[in-house]
């Protein structure tokens, strides 16, 4: 017992710990081999990012034409007369307003209002969707023969 009590206790600070670890493998031809920290070994950005280097980093290639042509294309459309001489923007818009009549209660399952936010939204994204197609593909010459 007095001899556990005069051993001395290395800490976290201590040179045992500070050491990297080696561990050796028969993979490694006998070699020892030392831990690495495997994020660590990746391409770092200068701000510690870690980055890929196959996956572009711009994959969306965001561009303000293709949101304002495609709302355009979408608005044009969509605003035609067509359903009992109304559109369905202007459909939409009056079924906000009916809603909003009543604001702190949501509006009920059996409302316009979803089946028209649904149709409208649907339209917007199926537009902004072959805009970007659209757009993107011909800057980058998709369509080229």
């Avoid at 051993?7 to 690495?36: D, K, M, N, Q």
Wanted: aromatic share 12%; glycine share 10%.
């Amino acid at each position: 017992m007095a001899a556990a009590a005069t051993s001395t206790v290395s800490g976290l600070a201590g040179a045992a710990l500070a050491r990297r670890p080696a561990f050796s493998t028969s993979f490694t031809s006998g070699g020892r081999v030392s831990a690495r920290n495997p994020l660590m070994t990746r391409n770092l950005e200068r701000n510690g990012r870690i980055t890929c280097m196959t996956f572009p980093r711009d994959w969306l290639r965001r561009d303000l034409n293709v949101i304002g042509f495609g709302l355009i294309g979408w608005l044009a459309p969509s605003s035609i007369p067509l359903i009992n001489g109304n559109s369905l923007t202007g459909l939409f818009f009056s079924s906000i307003g009916e809603e909003l009549a009543h604001f702190p209660s949501p509006p009920a399952l059996q409302s316009q209002f979803w089946l028209w936010l649904v149709t409208w939204h649907l339209g917007l994204f199926i537009a902004l969707t072959f805009g970007q197609i659209g757009f993107k593909g011909r800057t980058e010459d998709y369509f080229q023969k």
